[in-house]
């Protein structure tokens, strides 16, 4: 889950979207994190929700549950931390999914954390196009300023090996904090 200085957030209340088989989730819950761990699919989150139990160190520390927050707002203000890594985010009229959703649901001195593959290493296929989907820039430039203290929007080169097969050699990284 580490995407650079992230580590240093003390923990609290974190929203993990879109967490698939709830890597990023257990490591939250293993760094002290209350988690809340969403996914759309029930076939992940029930592997997710069984090697979690496995590991005894995030036993109660994670709340694995289905919902599509595209359509399903999070709670306003209830998050110290929303973790939304390689999550397909689909550009919406009005971006309401993030305004009246994900944005929202941080907390006062919160922090939404949005890691995803750059743009530039995607190919445009007939079937696929990244200019589609959000990336960290395109929220970055949504965020009043007023309300929200950008500390990390760059795209830098892959912390972890790529999969085999996988052709991403960067990710796009927006780490902001909603003023309290």
């Known amino acids: ?54 590991t005894t160190s995030v ?29 397909p985010l689909h550009r919406q009229p009005g971006h309401t999914a993030l305004h009246g959703g994900l944005l929202s649901a941080v907390g006062p001195g919160g922090t939404v ?11 445009r296929r007939e079937d696929f196009d990244a200019a589609d989907y959000y990336q960290p820039d395109d929220i970055a430039q949504l965020l009043d300023l007023t309300a929200w203290n950008v500390l990390t929007n760059e795209t830098r080169p892959r912390a972890t090996p790529t999969p085999a097969g996988a052709h991403h050699t960067q990710d796009a990284v927006l780490r902001a904090v909603r003023l309290p």
């Open 113 to 123: 954390l949005f890691a995803t593959h750059a743009r530039a290493d995607f190919t």
């Open 59 to 87: 036993n109660g520390r994670v709340a694995w549950a289905r919902a599509d927050l595209t359509t399903t707002p999070p709670p306003a203000d209830a998050f110290d931390l929303v973790s939304i890594h390689y999550f």
């Open 1 to 54: 889950m580490s995407s650079g200085s992230d580590t240093d957030l003390p923990p609290g209340q974190a929203l993990d979207v879109g967490c698939g088989e709830g890597a990023d989730a257990v490591w939250l819950a293993q760094h002290g994190w209350q988690v809340t761990a969403v996914d759309i699919s029930e076939i992940v989150l029930h592997r997710a929700a069984t090697v979690a139990t496995a």
